[in-house]
């Protein structure tokens, strides 16, 4: 007889190797954003790519926003802090969602050179987190 999600939820819970997995995912991720979150709150360019490049080039635009890059920023190194926060964990990893998922389709479509490969484990680091805090998000989307 399967396991119900809850009951499996439960049981994975439980497991102190997943327990010291799931706060290494956190930190790792946390750290990624620090150095672009910073990078760009200091409104400094991201890549030194020439406009000749296409990846140059969108960053360039990116960096001439002003407001929208340092904003990028914010919302980096404010993700990046609510999950080091074990009581604030679950936000961060819902607030990193769509943050990782531009990224890691922004390196998709422009063909970056092995970043995809990073972005995509990233992503799917923050799809684990999602699922280690499935009771308290099904909380929040159940009646």
Not at 12 to 21: A, E, G
Not at 65 to 94: H, K, M, S
Request: aromatic share 14%.
């Amino acid at each position: 007889m399967p396991l119900s999600p809850d009951r499996l939820h439960a049981r994975v819970r439980k497991s102190t190797f997943l327990k010291i997995f799931t706060v290494c995912t956190r930190i790792l991720l946390a750290l990624a954003f620090l150095p672009s979150g910073l990078t760009k709150l200091m409104g400094n360019r991201f890549t030194i790519l020439g406009l000749d490049d296409p990846i140059g080039f969108f960053f360039e635009a990116l960096y001439r926003t002003g407001f929208y890059w340092r904003f990028l920023g914010i919302c980096q190194l404010t993700v990046a802090l609510l999950l080091l926060i074990p009581r604030t964990a679950t936000l961060g990893a819902l607030a990193y969602f769509p943050l990782i998922l531009n990224i890691f389709v922004i390196t998709v479509s422009m063909h970056f050179t092995g970043t995809p490969v990073i972005t995509g484990l990233m992503l799917l680091a923050n799809i684990y987190l999602l699922c280690w805090d499935y009771d308290k998000l099904k909380k929040l989307f159940s009646r």
